[in-house]
């Protein structure tokens, strides 16, 4: 628990944490680094070990007898360095090159007493920058025998690059890992936020837990919120709707019975048609403002009956409509929806395009219902215009016409809940072609 007290809530303070561990654990990476590898050594360094050793071990073996130095030479040998003694040099005059006489010049700047000394260097492989060279450096006693010295010097520069590929790396890694905690802190509350807002954008309110970062906590907080609010008042919403349809449709009803009393037939018949038209109004601004609140459930519905129904209907009431398509053929959607959808097509080709024909088609894993008339059709820059709500086309429907302009925005909203598609296309020969597309059961 006291971890947990110490480790801060804030996202800012979090990700300011890590990145200090980062560091930390680059420094201290480096250090170890460092402290381990002997590549670091400069040549400079090297000469002077070499200028003093060689001088060291020259007074000792001066001071011997010399059957005493050839062992006296082992004895001083180390692990890094091999010395051995000889009356004639075993090391050739060296070529002279560049680095040779750096390090001839490194040596006596080291240890003054090598200049005016004979020193044979030998160096193999010639060129030998990136894993360092094996060193062979030969002194002429004042007896005239000779001390040889056997190392292998160390290449800085390779040195340096691997150091500092190494510390660059220790430090990726340590970044890295950094914003692998702190993105996986930050994301998975993120990923819960997205997904609840989705859900609720297709209508299932979900609660997130209110966990993570401090500032992570007071969105997701902040959500459910928003969300209680926004549940609330869809609901009062809806109640408001279905008092304000029950309110409405009373009076409706007796103006239909009471303009049934009339005994002028064509003011009763005024009076009738002016009703059905308040009422059909009436239903269709319920529709729009009840939403993606939809109960029903989906289920299999012979979409070929329910057109051929529609297409009775339209008939029995006189107005041209036709049918072409299967028998049969069945869908998994909201019934009553899906019906509400394919009669406001209907009826918009009837009344503004004179006859409506349903043709019903099988496409793959889709169902096409497609509805034409003969109407004027619609301007293709007007064509997302008609989705709008309250939008009329004064090139497409007189101004006298019923409704509010709400029919096509409706068949849109049920089409794209169902997961179809709603497409308008105006025919060659002339009106208009609505087509939804649904999946198959």
């Given at each position: 628990?006291?971890?947990?007290?110490l480790?801060?809530?804030?996202?800012?303070?979090?990700?300011s944490?890590?990145?200090m561990l980062?560091?930390?654990?680059?420094?201290?990476?480096s250090?170890?680094?460092?402290?381990r590898?002997d590549?670091?050594?400069s040549?400079?360094?090297?000469a002077?070990?070499l200028?003093?050793?060689?001088?060291a071990?020259?007074?000792?073996?001066?001071d011997?007898?010399?059957?005493?130095?050839?062992?006296?030479?082992?004895?001083l040998?180390t692990?890094?360095?091999?010395?051995?003694?000889?009356?004639?040099?075993?090391?050739?005059?060296?070529?002279?090159r560049?680095?040779?006489?750096?390090?001839?010049?490194q040596?006596?700047?080291w240890?003054?007493s090598l200049?005016?000394?004979?020193?044979?260097?030998v160096?193999w492989?010639?060129?030998?920058w990136?894993?360092?060279?094996?060193l062979?450096?030969a002194l002429?006693?004042r007896?005239?025998?000779?001390?040889?010295?056997?190392?292998q010097?160390?290449?800085a520069p390779?040195?340096?690059?691997?150091?500092?590929?190494?510390s660059a790396?220790i430090?990726?890694l340590?970044?890295?890992?950094?914003?692998?905690?702190?993105?996986?802190?930050?994301s998975a509350?993120?990923?819960a936020?997205?997904s609840?807002?989705?859900?609720?954008?297709q209508g299932?309110?979900?609660?997130?837990?209110?966990e993570?970062?401090?500032?992570?906590?007071?969105?997701?907080?902040?959500?459910?919120?928003m969300?209680?609010?926004?549940?609330?008042?869809?609901?009062?919403r809806?109640?408001a709707?279905?008092?304000?349809?029950?309110?409405?449709?009373?009076p409706?009803s007796r103006l239909?019975?009471?303009?049934?009393?009339?005994?002028d037939?064509a003011a009763?018949?005024?009076?009738?048609?002016d009703?059905?038209?308040?009422?059909a109004m009436?239903?269709?601004?319920?529709?729009?403002?009840?939403?993606?609140e939809?109960?029903e459930?989906?289920?299999?519905v012979?979409?070929?009956?329910?057109?051929m129904?529609?297409?009775?209907?339209?008939?029995d009431a006189?107005h041209?409509?036709?049918?072409?398509?299967?028998?049969?053929?069945?869908?998994?959607?909201?019934?009553l929806?899906i019906k509400?959808?394919?009669g406001?097509?209907?009826?918009?080709?009837?009344?503004?395009?004179?006859?409506?024909?349903?043709i019903?088609?099988r496409?793959g894993a889709?169902?096409a219902?497609?509805?034409?008339?003969n109407?004027?059709?619609?301007?293709?820059?007007?064509?997302?215009q008609v989705?709008?709500?309250f939008?009329?086309?004064d090139s497409?429907r007189?101004?006298?016409?019923?409704?509010?302009?709400l029919?096509?925005?409706?068949v849109?909203?049920?089409?794209?809940?169902?997961?179809?598609?709603?497409?308008?296309?105006n025919?060659?020969?002339?009106?208009?072609?609505?087509?939804?597309?649904l999946?198959?059961?």
């Open positions: 628990m006291t971890l947990l007290r480790w801060p809530q804030r996202l800012v303070g979090q990700v944490l890590v990145l980062a560091v930390l654990l680059e420094f201290v990476g250090s170890i680094l460092f402290e590898s590549l670091y050594i040549q400079s360094h090297q002077r070990r200028a003093e050793q060689l001088v071990t020259d007074g000792l073996l001066d011997l007898p010399p059957e005493a130095r050839s062992g006296r030479a082992r004895t040998s692990s890094h360095i091999g010395l051995s003694w000889s009356q004639i040099p075993t090391t050739p005059p060296g070529q002279d560049p680095a040779d006489r750096r390090l001839r010049e040596l006596q700047t240890e003054p200049r005016d000394r004979e020193l044979r260097i160096r492989p010639e060129s030998a990136l894993g360092g060279a094996k062979k450096v002429r006693m007896d005239h025998s000779w001390l040889m010295l056997q190392t010097v160390r290449a390779w040195a340096m690059v691997l150091g500092g590929v190494g790396f430090l990726a340590g970044v890295l890992l950094a914003s692998i905690l702190v993105l996986r802190n930050l509350p993120l990923r936020l997205a609840a807002a989705n859900a609720v954008g299932a309110p979900v609660r997130i837990a209110e993570g970062a401090g500032d992570l906590k007071l969105v997701a907080k902040a959500f459910n919120a969300q209680a609010r926004i549940t609330d008042l869809i609901s009062a809806t109640q709707l279905a008092a304000v349809g029950h309110d409405l449709r009373t409706l239909r019975l009471r303009a049934s009393f009339v005994d037939k009763r018949e005024a009076m009738e048609a009703v059905d038209e308040m009422t009436l239903d269709s601004l319920l529709a729009y403002l009840s939403g993606d939809d109960p459930p989906r289920r299999l012979d979409l070929a009956a329910m057109a129904t529609l297409v009775d209907a339209a008939t006189g041209a409509a036709s049918y072409v398509g299967p028998e049969r053929l069945l869908v998994e959607v909201r019934p929806s509400r959808a394919l406001n097509v209907l009826q918009n080709a009837i009344l503004y395009g004179g006859r409506g024909d349903i019903l088609r496409d889709q169902v219902v497609a509805v034409e008339d109407g004027p059709g619609i301007p293709e820059a007007d064509m997302a989705l709008e709500p939008s009329r086309l497409a007189a101004r006298n016409t019923s409704g509010l302009g029919g096509l925005t409706i849109h909203r049920i089409v794209h809940r169902e997961g179809g598609t709603l497409a308008f296309h025919r060659p020969q002339g009106g208009l072609r609505v087509e939804i597309r999946r198959l059961a």
